[in-house]
């Protein structure tokens, strides 16, 4: 009787259909919190048990990382620091000044995410016409740093910390194939069902010729003469791969033009890329394993991972907190107008420099706390931040004009933190 109570007592995590992603996100924010509370009461009393000293900063994944070895540093730590990334996440710059109260964490993604995904770098490829980036096809001995992106991921997620990451929806879907790692090692992960849509959203001009073929009314074997044998490049030289045994020998012909159409949509999206996606799904899901990523879909994952691009500075306005200054002050209301003109871009570059972000919370503007905050200095002074409270500092500021000056110049050349 006590079994057949608890299975039919309600919940609405039963039916995620109708929760929010608002809600999913605290639902799952839950989740994060009372693993990190459990990782760091197991270190304690660990510690505690063998009658050693305790050093809070057991209760943290720290990271320590020099900024001209970004990358291989921070490797080097998440590998070697693996049985502590439920910990509450913090970033140390080596030789910088600066406690981290958010905004140092913050800036380590940003600048990771951006060296990781540049284009001289060769992990990933940057597709124009859809304005995304997918896994290079390249193949290597090791693919730690592709478990690396996905771990970032992961802990991005984990510490409520949006990054400015373009992947197509389809590769969320694939995160979550399946949304819990299997038991079985061996067992294959992120082998989505490859669709010409799933193409679509990646290599636009390749699904509308694979389209094409689709429906051609001709003579397919001899006006297109393929065989199930496809070409790609890599690392500058072209290599063959056959789609099925013997490929190189089968003609595409009309009646099996469909199969050699999934087939090679499958290799493109799956197969010719699985030990790259497997090291980044095994990096996000050491992170993030839990039963909650089952309430999400793949559009929400989106939302956890990246936030929201789209900007509306009039919320912000609204939600904005003032210290020092009234929204009815003079340098306030100039700060707006300004603000309030400028284009996407220095919007953009306005919200990176106050949250160490450029990307809206999923449970918008108002989830920022943002606070513009007065400091008596010259107003020769450029305005300041103060990523971790995401705050902006700005002196009394007596006309329209000095201030946009004075606060383009600061947004415009605002890497690098501090504490002031």
């Not at 994952?301 to 939600?319: R, T």
């Not at 707006?336 to 809206?360: M, N």
């Amino acid at each position: 009787m006590e079994r057949l109570a608890e299975a039919m007592k309600f919940s609405f995590c039963q039916f995620p259909f109708i929760l929010s992603t608002v809600v999913k996100k605290a639902i799952i924010q839950k989740d994060s919190e009372q693993q990190m509370i459990s990782q760091a009461r197991q270190s304690l009393v660990s510690k505690v048990s063998r009658r050693q000293r305790v050093d809070m900063n057991l209760l943290f994944l720290n990271i320590k990382v020099r900024r001209a070895q970004l990358l291989s540093d921070s490797l080097d730590e998440l590998t070697r620091k693996r049985c502590d990334l439920k910990k509450k996440l913090r970033v140390t710059f080596v030789g910088e000044a600066g406690l981290d109260m958010g905004g140092l964490t913050k800036e380590w993604f940003l600048l990771l995410v951006r060296q990781i995904f540049h284009t001289d770098y060769g992990m990933f490829t940057y597709m124009k016409d859809s304005r995304c980036h997918w896994f290079s096809s390249w193949k290597c001995d090791n693919y730690s740093e592709f478990q690396l992106v996905g771990t970032l991921m992961g802990l991005a997620v984990y510490n409520s910390i949006a990054l400015d990451i373009h992947f197509p929806l389809y590769c969320y879907r694939k995160l979550l194939t399946p949304p819990t790692v299997p038991c079985d090692q061996n067992a294959l992960v992120g082998m989505a069902n490859a669709t010409l849509d799933d193409l679509q959203q990646i290599m636009p001009e390749l699904a509308h010729g694979l389209g094409e073929l689709l429906s051609y009314e001709g003579n397919v074997e001899e006006d297109f003469y393929l065989t199930f044998q496809v070409f790609q490049e890599e690392m500058g030289m072209v290599k063959s791969y056959n789609l099925k045994p013997g490929g190189d020998k089968i003609p595409v012909t009309k009646q099996n033009r469909k199969e050699y159409v999934q087939l090679y949509v499958d290799f493109l999206l799956n197969k010719s890329i699985y030990k790259q996606f497997a090291a980044f799904y095994h990096g996000f899901h050491s992170v993030c394993a839990s039963d909650a990523l089952m309430l999400l879909r793949p559009e929400e994952v989106e939302m956890l991972v990246c936030g929201s691009p789209e900007l509306d500075m009039s919320a912000l306005q609204k939600a904005a907190q003032y210290e020092g200054y009234s929204k009815t002050d003079a340098t306030v209301r100039c700060f707006w107008d300004v603000v309030l003109a400028f284009p996407l871009e220095l919007q953009k570059k306005l919200l990176h420099f106050a949250t160490g972000s450029d990307r809206v919370p999923v449970g918008g503007m108002a989830d920022l706390n943002f606070k513009i905050a007065k400091i008596d200095v010259p107003t020769d002074w450029l305005p300041i931040s103060h990523t971790c409270f995401n705050q902006i500092c700005l002196p009394p500021y007596r006309t329209r004009k000095e201030l946009k000056q004075k606060l383009t110049i600061a947004i415009s050349n605002a890497e690098g933190f501090g504490l002031e």
